[in-house]
């Protein structure tokens, strides 16, 4: 359609604008007018455009969809849009398009009722590139934010955030879901719980906030153990503050090595060892107090001086230097013992070195350190274990290892020819009462003036050792049997003399006992035990004298072993079990008690005599054991006759050693609660010895158990050191006449006047009399004519087990009283 001849001169007007304009017919798309800017926009003149479709301006895709819609949508559609145009160079160029629908009345067209639209299209090419290079920077930018070691974090004047790298967010851990969501409350919230002490944090981040002009430095300890440095620099456009920039800097390593040096200066300078730092070229260019202190504290400082002028190594510089570097090439170090000079009149002191070296990238050594240990006390020490090794701390006389040294080179020498030697194991007898009643510090220093005089007795060839205690050894060199017995006497007549110490006379006896090399052993073990087991002998002999060893010695003494072995096993396998003797009133013939006694019968050794066993129980210790098992028998089996409503007396032998052990009063009374025995049918035998030992302590024990309601007794009356005076004082119900007396009745006037003493005194005291050992009815008839209250022996019965026992007691209510001796053992 040709624009209308009348139309308006708004054309002159479209012509000039600089933006380019079509108008187009919205029922056929015909191109009605197109202005100059328009043809030069396109390449295209005015006339070739002007009556064809505007299909041939539509050259991007949305274009054409655009303008093959209807005319009322197109009309109704997109006001605006951005494409790109083929120019008439055949270039591509971007042009932002608007396209207008206006009405018929108000188009400058003259024709039809459908309403026109008016397409107006703008060069953007320089727009485009701009904006391009303007994305290209802030791209770059944004590149160079992320490539920074530091955290930034941009806001404005109220602290909302601009923006922030991706440093930021490992430093802050922020998750994903915070910066997708860009709430900066949340990121500030997250910022400040992740801080040790929230509460430093706000309070900063609120200083920022009220001084905008304000540059700030503040170091935050994270959560996750790290260390944050934030440097907060103001923001300026046209020298007024519009924002802040906050960096963020992990500082963990550098603190890390920071704290390092600290460390070791502070170790340098604290360390109990000495420690130099030395140049390239050996000088001291450092030391710490350490070191100081070990040269001296009136010397100066050695820095400059070399290495080599503090330390004496032993060998030439030269030498010594070149072994140092080759050991630092080969194992990175340098160590041995050197002498350290510490002035012109004082000795070298030894010391451990250890030389390091420092190495520079390249591998050259650029520094050296020193470490140096004084051995000055740790020499002194070992010399004084060498000491103590080979003496005797408290004498100083040698020890056994010394000793041992000494016998092993003369057994060396003597092999293969006729040398003897002799040695003599010498113990000082009772001893310990020096020790418990002048104390241990006393003992000691009475050992010394013993050790003295021993050595005085000995010749330079001899060797006097302490072996421990009391105990001393020595050794006689080229001595035979008459040197040796010679050698004793001369020991014994010297301590015969007396003692003095602290104005305190007082005597020390021996016992010496001599093993004779090769006779009596071929090694110094074997010559000291057969010479203790000879000295042992002297002591069951009476001590203070001296013996020779002889063979059948040890014999009686492993002999004496296993029996010990075997009464300790005896116990735990029913080997031992408690007989009881019956004890019968001689008024009445009736059994009013019984003694409880141990037998032990053995498989290998058969049945062992109380005589043989009881004393070595006693001599090793193991009687308390035995009596306090013994004695709980007992007590069960009174507690039986109690029960029985034929209640009896229980009389147990109780031994010195078991007497004397700590809590043995309580310990009865617990057995009597126990089995619910009354104290009346418990009687406990004792010996008179232990009457007489600690006669205090044992009247003060002897009223415990008589206030308990403990019958008490003595056993074997007459064979000791009997006295009235005890027997007046003590609470003592029974006396027993031994049997050594009751066996010569009636025919032994003597025995017979003993006898009827001892019933005389029990009578006037008050005291029950029981005679033990009653065989024959002469002797029982004899007791009875004298006045004994009761008797116990094999005219009755000897001791029988439980079983018999019972028996016994019973068949004694039906008139059958005896047991035949012969059908039951011996007893004791």
């Known amino acids: 359609m040709a624009p209308s001849s009348s139309a308006p001169d708004w054309r002159g007007v479209a012509d000039v604008l600089p933006q380019a304009l079509w108008l187009i017919d919205a029922a056929t798309l015909q191109v009605l007018y197109a202005n100059a800017a328009a043809a030069e926009l396109v390449g295209r003149r005015v006339e070739d455009m002007v009556g064809s479709s505007v299909h041939q301006l539509a050259s991007a895709p949305q274009d054409r969809l655009f303008w093959e819609q209807e005319p009322a949508d197109i009309a109704a559609g997109i006001r605006s849009c951005t494409s790109v145009w083929n120019a008439r160079r055949s270039a591509q160029v971007p042009v932002e398009r608007w396209v207008q629908a206006l009405t018929r009345d108000a188009a400058p067209h003259d024709g039809g009722a459908a309403p026109l639209l008016v397409m107006s299209m703008q060069d953007i090419t320089e727009s485009e590139t701009s904006a391009r290079k303007l994305e290209a920077l802030l791209a770059e930018l944004r590149a160079t934010l992320d490539c920074a070691v530091d955290g930034i974090l941009s806001c404005d004047l109220q602290g909302n955030i601009r923006a922030f790298n991706h440093r930021l967010v490992q430093i802050w851990k922020l998750p994903n879901a915070l910066l997708i969501r860009r709430d900066d409350a949340a990121i500030h919230a997250h910022m400040q719980a992740q801080v040790e002490d929230p509460r430093v944090f706000r309070q900063s981040m609120a200083t920022l906030r009220h001084e905008p002009l304000l540059e700030f430095t503040q170091i935050f300890r994270l959560r996750s153990g790290s260390t944050v440095e934030l440097r907060s620099m103001p923001q300026l456009v046209h020298g007024k503050p519009a924002g802040r920039v906050h960096v963020y800097r992990d500082i963990s390593s550098e603190t890390e090595a920071q704290a390092g040096l600290r460390l070791a200066a502070q ?286 010695m040890n014999a009686n003494l492993l002999s004496r072993m296993k029996m010990e072995h075997a009464m300790r096993l005896a116990l735990g396998v029913n080997h031992m079990a408690v007989h009881y003797q019956p004890q019968v009133e001689l008024a009445s013939g009736r059994v009013m008690g019984m003694e409880a006694l141990l037998r032990w019968t053995d498989p290998q050794l058969g049945a062992v005599s109380p005589a043989t066993f009881i004393p070595l129980a006693e001599e090793c210790g193991y009687i308390v054991t035995l009596g306090a098992w013994v004695m709980e028998q007992a007590i069960v089996e009174a507690s039986h006759w109690h029960a029985s409503k034929t209640p009896m007396v229980v009389s147990v032998n109780v031994s010195a050693l078991e007497f004397r052990q700590p809590g043995f009063v309580d310990r009865v009374a617990s057995l009597l609660t126990r089995h619910g025995l009354p104290p009346r049918c418990l009687e406990l035998e004792l010996t008179e010895s232990v009457l007489l030992q600690e006669a205090q302590e044992m009247a003060q024990l002897l009223g415990a158990l008589a206030q308990l309601g403990v019958g008490l007794s003595i056993d074997d009356f007459g064979t000791g050191y009997s006295s009235l005076a005890y027997l007046k004082k003590l609470p003592i119900q029974r006396l027993k006449i031994d049997k050594s007396f009751v066996d010569g009745l009636p025919a032994l006037e003597r025995d017979q006047a003993i006898v009827q003493a001892i019933v005389s005194m029990g009578r006037a005291l008050g005291i029950a009399v029981v005679a033990e050992g009653v065989e024959t009815d002469a002797q029982r008839d004899a007791l009875a004519a004298m006045g004994c209250d009761f008797y116990q022996g094999y005219l009755y019965a000897p001791a029988l087990p439980v079983p018999r026992l019972r028996e016994l007691v019973s068949q004694a209510g039906a008139g059958k009283a005896r047991v035949s001796a012969s059908a039951t053992g011996p007893s004791s």
């Open 267 to 552: 170790v340098f300078e604290s360390s109990l060892d000495a420690i130099f730092i030395a140049d390239e070229s050996d000088a001291i260019v450092r030391v710490n107090p350490g070191c100081q202190a070990l040269l001296g504290h009136e010397h100066e400082m050695p820095q400059g001086s070399r290495v080599t002028a503090l330390i004496d190594p032993g060998v030439p510089e030269k030498t010594y230097l070149a072994q140092v570097r080759q050991a630092w090439d080969v194992q990175g170090f340098w160590s041995g013992d050197v002498l350290l000079r510490r002035g012109t009149d004082e000795l070298a002191t030894p010391v451990a070195l250890s030389w390091v070296p420092l190495r520079s990238e390249d591998g050259v050594v650029s520094q050296s350190v020193g470490f140096m240990r004084d051995l000055g006390p740790q020499h002194a020490a070992q010399r004084r274990i060498e000491e103590l090794a080979f003496t005797d701390a408290l004498t100083g006389l040698p020890n056994r290892l010394q000793l041992t040294h000494r016998v092993e080179s003369a057994i060396d020498s003597a092999r293969g020819r006729n040398v003897e030697f002799a040695v003599l194991f010498l113990d000082l007898d009772r001893f310990k009462i020096v020790n418990d009643s002048l104390g241990h510090p006393f003992g000691d220093r009475v050992l010394k003036l013993v050790a003295q005089r021993l050595q005085q007795c000995l010749r330079q060839s001899d060797m006097l050792c302490r072996v421990g205690g009391d105990e001393f050894v020595v050794y006689l060199h080229g001595a035979d049997r008459k040197v040796a017995e010679a050698v004793a006497r001369r020991v014994l007549e010297e301590m015969m003399l007396p003692f003095t110490l602290d104005e305190m006379g007082f005597s020390i006896q021996s016992s010496i006992g001599i093993a004779l090399y090769p006779h009596d052993g071929i090694t110094l073990d074997d010559l000291i035990k057969h010479a203790d087991t000879a000295m042992y002998r002297v002591k069951e002999r009476g001590r203070g004298s001296y013996g020779f060893y002889r063979p059948q």
